[in-house]
């Protein structure tokens, strides 16, 4: 989200809804874990971003936002989403500490 963001303003300009989701863990969670495996966790840099309000961004630009803490919320907020006929964003909480097995393998393959 963090690189194209702006996007829901093309978006909500020319009328094309659709839902984006931001699996929210806090940071640049690819480079933060591929970081720790390479160099270890106490030695990250510039990954962690702290909570970050994705969903206002889309509402600024004229999209529909909301955030979502746990599970149990997704369906709802998917099917509100869908309803506003707009630009959608769900700026979704999710665990810092999990990451994809893409993430190690690319992380391995780097300092292989």
Known sequence: FGFNAMEFD???RHKAP?????ANNGGWGMCKHGQGIQFGYDHLLATE???RSYHEVARAL???????????ELPRAIDRA???DRPACLNVATDPKSF???TA????MASA
């Open 10 to 12: 093309t978006a909500v």
């Open 18 to 22: 659709f839902v984006c989701f931001v």
């Open 49 to 51: 971003l702290g909570e």
């Open 62 to 72: 004229g999209g529909y936002g909301e955030a979502v803490t746990s599970a149990e």
């Open 82 to 84: 869908l309803s506003s």
């Open 100 to 102: 994809s097995a893409a």
């Open 105 to 108: 393998l690319l992380a391995s």
